[in-house]
């Protein structure tokens, strides 16, 4: 069992900047893939950014390539999303979730925890 806790979220003006973290619970944190998702008003959650259990393999959603980068600090049980360039359309509450995987990124379906969500407002 896995519990994540989302923080960072908050109100920036577009071009801005935002560190998103994810702490989990639990002692086999490094076993986990993490990934970051997103839920605009009225929309689907959908994916944003996903990296492998070492680190070593990270993928993006296209609307955020260039501008976001995820990582993570096993010592600390943490996966950050650090968010530059932020544009109006980025304004959502983001989830992190965790799933037990592999060398490779688990499909963007098959996440089997997952944060409360913490809320991202840009302003233009």
């Known amino acids: 069992q896995v519990q994540l806790v989302e923080s960072g979220g908050g109100l920036v003006q577009a071009g801005g900047s935002l560190r998103l973290s994810c702490a989990a619970s639990?002692?086999?944190?490094?076993?986990?893939?993490m990934g970051w998702f997103r839920q605009a008003p009225g929309k689907e959650r959908d994916f944003v950014a996903a990296?492998?259990?070492?680190?070593?393999?990270?993928d993006y959603a296209d609307s955020v390539k260039g501008r976001f980068t995820m990582s993570r600090d096993d010592a600390k049980s943490t996966a950050y999303l650090q968010m530059n360039s932020l544009k109006p359309e980025d304004t959502a509450v983001y989830y992190c979730?965790?799933?037990?995987?592999?060398?490779?990124?688990?499909?963007?379906?098959?996440?089997?925890?997952w944060g409360q969500g913490t809320q991202v407002t840009v302003s233009s």
């Open positions: 639990g002692r086999t944190f490094s076993s986990y893939a």
């Open positions: 979730a965790a799933r037990r995987w592999g060398a490779t990124l688990p499909p963007t379906n098959g996440y089997d925890y």
């Open positions: 990296i492998n259990w070492s680190g070593s393999s990270t």
